[in-house]
């Protein structure tokens, strides 16, 4: 028997004694006769090989009452006991940063990221995208956050800001090294993976740090390719997390330029306005770009930020568009638009805003949209004079709206009063009411008519100042001597007693006031008496004098003047009779006329006004010819006329009047018996 003691199952042990009968019947026989041969083995019991405590356990476990009943496999066969294995030591994982602040300081060093740029640089010289690549691979796995980076500010800030300055100037460094070529290439990578990575739910921290400086150092890197930008978030709109990180991204070439912002705005931005995920991030930005360039309504610039075509999708959006936005963002997109307006006009200098603008007033149903439409048309012709033209040109075609233009000049004319009081626009308003009065029954026309003439009454007058000085102090004199004149008389009627007196007295004027007032009475005085004197001259010599002139007159020209008397007597008579004869053929012509020709009494009566003007000429000839007469008549007083000259003439002319006055009559009755027939 070994030394070695093997502990066997009951089974076991009996099926080896079994066997050991069986198979070992000689052997036994053969041990008992060669006992001699072998010596006994010795027996060793439990007690002698385990200790005193096991033999102990093994019968309190023998005689437990509640023994457990060990495993069985499926077969009914029991399973050993596996032995327990002993526990690994738990392994505590590194804690995430919340904050990129955090994630910069704990895994980025300066010393790390340039050792990373100089490997990929010498590795690949001329593959600059895979220094990119390199960098934002880094960046990326350097700066995981719990939670996951969320973009606070639309314009600038965070990831960039939380590098220190000195890695901002390692990876500046390399992107100076590229072309601006390239670096428009870079930029669309840094989009596109952003885009892409995000989809998949990695990070992107990386991405977007070098998409900042990307925009910083070169912010025309975005609206070189614009329409691939475009793409990008149309193929990933219905994903908002997704969109909103690719406006972001190239919404931040305004950080450092107003003109890329504003571009991008407009044609990356405003398409989406209406979409509920992206209104609150576009008007955001709107409002993040104007402040950070410090644009206010006042703000003037030499060029504008946008054609008129942009600026007229930017107006519709805000008066028309935006009744379909979130009330708050479309309130908020209100207030934005005067600073919008400001930089896109720059100051209403384009001419060409008046044809585009003016027709587009039949069109808009906005109120406040016509109100700033006009308010932008009355600008541009203060400020442009071309668009004068443009009006002129315009004004048949559209006088509704123009009409609607005169009537907001009139309303607001102390605003552009400066401008528009010139010789040019005066010219202007005047063709604009001769058009006015040549045409009849045309859309808008009462409408222009009336806002052409009152505008016209806003002009100042050539020669007028605009000031009446003269009517003022003509009004402070006579106030002036009326006070005087009342102070003297609450005195008692005396100068020095008054307040007046007493004033000048105390500046040391009354004596100069007294010495002046004395000089003006006595030349009042003397002026007087002169005139007095001459007026009892002139009187005494009219007295004697005329008489014998009017004495010498009628006795050379009585002759000749009461045949002139009797002449003009029957030429009258003559000229009465014709007349009456001529009244009464008149009414029975105008009769039978009226009978033929229906509608004849109208134009006989616009005859009348004509005639009344020629009637008019005849008074102001008559008018004349009495100035010639009064000439006549003193140069007959003075003794300077030709007597024999004075009968001849006026024999010959009372003659011709006759002779005309008979024609008259003659032509008027030819005339009245041609229309009788």
Not at 14 to 32: I, L, M, S, W
Not at 226 to 240: D, F, K, M, T
Not at 303 to 321: A, E, Y
Not at 621 to 636: D, H, M, P, S, W
Request: hydrophobic share 45%; charged share 20%.
């Amino acid at each position: 028997m070994s030394e070695k003691w093997e502990t066997v199952s009951k089974g076991q042990g009996q099926g080896a004694r079994n066997k050991t009968h069986q198979t070992n019947g000689k052997a036994a026989n053969g041990g008992a006769a060669n006992g001699k041969a072998k010596k006994e083995q010795k027996v060793y019991t439990v007690e002698d090989v385990l200790p005193a405590a096991s033999v102990v356990n093994s019968f309190a476990s023998a005689f437990d009452p509640t023994p457990k009943s060990p495993k069985k496999e499926a077969n009914g066969v029991s399973k050993p006991a596996a032995k327990a294995k002993p526990s690994a030591p738990r392994v505590e994982k590194p804690a995430v940063p919340k904050t990129v602040a955090e994630a910069v300081r704990a895994k980025v060093k300066v010393e790390e990221l340039r050792t990373v740029i100089e490997e990929v640089q010498m590795r690949w010289p001329d593959s600059p995208l895979l220094w990119l690549r390199d960098v934002a691979g880094y960046l990326n796995h350097a700066l995981v956050t719990q939670p996951e980076l969320s973009v606070e500010g639309v314009l600038g800030g965070e990831p960039l800001t939380a590098l220190t300055a000195n890695m901002r100037k390692v990876i500046g460094q390399m992107l100076h090294k590229c072309e601006e070529g390239m670096r428009e290439t870079f930029f669309e990578t840094c989009v596109a993976n952003t885009a892409h990575d995000l989809a998949k739910g990695l990070c992107v921290t990386g991405w977007r740090v070098l998409t900042q400086l990307l925009a910083d150092l070169q912010p025309t890197v975005v609206t070189a390719h614009i329409p691939r930008y475009v793409e990008l978030r149309n193929s990933y709109q219905n994903r908002p997390a997704v969109g909103l990180a690719i406006l972001w991204s190239v919404g931040q070439a305004g950080h450092k330029s107003l003109h890329s912002g504003i571009k991008v705005w407009l044609e990356i931005m405003l398409p989406v306005i209406t979409m509920r995920h992206y209104t609150k991030f576009c008007v955001d930005y709107l409002e993040a770009l104007l402040a950070a360039h410090a644009i206010t309504p006042a703000t003037q610039l030499n060029k504008p930020v946008m054609d008129i075509s942009n600026f007229l999708t930017v107006q519709d959006t805000v008066f028309v568009v935006s009744s379909g936005m979130n009330k708050e963002q479309a309130k908020a997109l209100a207030s934005l638009y005067p600073s919008l307006k400001a930089i896109s006009l720059a100051g209403c200098r384009n001419h060409e805003l008046l044809p585009a603008l003016l027709p587009r007033l039949a069109n808009l149903s906005s109120q406040e949209q016509v109100l700033d439409t006009l308010e932008v048309l009355s600008s541009c012709l203060a400020a442009s004079p071309a668009a004068m033209v443009h009006w002129h040109k315009a004004f048949t075609s559209n006088l509704t709206q123009s009409g609607q233009l005169l009537n907001y000049l009139d309303a607001n004319w102390g605003q552009y009063r400066a401008a528009l009081d010139v010789a040019d626009f005066h010219e202007t308003i005047e063709a604009f009411q001769d058009y006015n009065e040549s045409v009849a029954n045309k859309e808008g026309l009462q409408l222009a008519t009336e806002g052409a003439n009152a505008v016209a009454t806003r002009f100042s007058r050539p020669g007028m100042a605009w000031f009446p000085w003269k009517t003022l102090s003509f009004l402070l004199l006579i106030g002036t001597a009326a006070i005087v004149n009342l102070d003297v008389q609450r005195s008692g009627g005396s100068f020095k007693g008054s307040n007046t007196g007493q004033l000048l007295w105390d500046v040391g004027q009354y004596d100069r006031a007294v010495n002046c007032h004395d000089w003006l009475l006595a030349s009042s005085s003397q002026s007087r008496e002169w005139l007095e004197l001459n007026t009892r001259q002139g009187r005494a010599w009219a007295e004697a004098t005329l008489p014998l002139y009017m004495a010498q007159g009628q006795k050379v020209a009585g002759p000749y003047m009461e045949l002139a008397r009797v002449k003009a007597g029957e030429a009258g008579a003559l000229a009465l009779l014709g007349l009456e004869r001529l009244q009464e053929a008149g009414a029975r012509g105008r009769v039978a006329l009226q009978e033929a020709l229906p509608g004849l009494e109208e134009k006989l009566e616009a005859g009348g006004l004509a005639a009344s003007k020629w009637g008019g000429l005849v008074v102001a000839r008559a008018q004349v010819l009495a100035g010639a007469v009064r000439e006549g008549a003193l140069q007959l007083v003075n003794g300077e006329v030709d007597w024999t000259g004075v009968r001849k003439g006026l024999a010959e002319a009372v003659e011709r009047a006759q002779e005309q006055v008979v024609s008259l009559y003659s032509y008027v009755q030819v005339q009245v018996q041609q229309m009788i027939k």
